[in-house]
């Protein structure tokens, strides 16, 4: 299957601080990225939809001046948690879709931690 | 929201027995996926089940699929300690758009 790197691996900010989380496809172009949230023991919640060019559509609940993404290209798309509380502490994981579509490509996870 | 609903939510067997784990929907898809999480770590793909496919097998995992039910199972034979983790479902309606996953399974193999 198709590579996706997630970086960094972990990260631990002062609340306050705002921290970015990048995800690359390595191999292939993804037309579509997709960012979750895993808090503890709890399954994966989407968080945002992007596509390469286009503002990224979030869902209901998550606030997109608080959470920031820029698919700035096929390869790479951002993920920038601005002034950081330690609710924010959670596991984020990006995945990818290509040119085919019904297959999805995760990134390992990014932890975050804010203290 | 949440669409698959894993059953059970943990489940604890001997090393060698059968795990079956069990997922529900609710609406149309176009397949459906079985995800392994290790503690604290990332997603991997165990396999993918297509809407017109019924029942698919890979090394020692069997996946069923029922439509009419909206309902698919995940059986793992002759389990490991090295299969405890966490198991999810995830279905996917159509191209380019996201995953929804269930709440998952966590599968303790004591050995």
């Known amino acids: 299957g198709a590579v996706v790197s997630q970086h960094p691996s972990w990260v631990i900010c002062k609340s306050g601080t705002s921290v970015k989380i990048e995800c690359r496809s390595l191999d292939f172009q993804a037309t579509t990225m997709f960012w979750y949230r895993q808090f503890p023991k709890q399954s994966l919640m989407l968080m945002a939809t992007s596509n390469e060019g286009s503002k990224a559509t979030y869902e209901q609940g998550v606030e997109k001046d608080k959470f920031l993404i820029n698919h700035a290209s096929l390869t790479l798309s951002t993920l920038t948690v601005t002034s950081a509380h330690p609710e924010d502490s959670s596991f984020y994981i990006c995945?990818?879709?290509?040119?085919?579509?019904?297959?999805?490509?995760f990134g390992p996870g990014t932890r975050l931690t804010v203290t | 929201s949440q669409q698959g609903e894993e059953d059970p939510q943990a489940l604890s067997i001997q090393e060698g027995e059968n795990a079956t784990m069990n997922c529900s929907y609710k609406?149309?898809?176009?397949?459906l996926q079985w995800y392994r999480q290790n503690s604290g770590r990332g997603l991997v793909h165990l396999i993918l089940i297509r809407s017109n496919e019924r029942e698919k097998h890979s090394g020692r995992l069997r996946v069923t699929l029922d439509t009419s039910k909206k309902s698919s199972s995940l059986l793992i034979t002759a389990s490991r300690a090295a299969d405890t983790a966490s198991y999810f479902c995830?279905?996917?309606?159509?191209?380019?758009?996201?995953?929804?996953f269930g709440k998952g399974t966590r599968l303790s193999v004591i050995a």
């Open positions: 995830a279905t996917l309606n159509s191209g380019n758009t996201p995953l929804v």
């Open positions: 995945s990818c879709s290509g040119t085919e579509t019904y297959e999805q490509y």
């Open positions: 609406t149309s898809i176009n397949n």
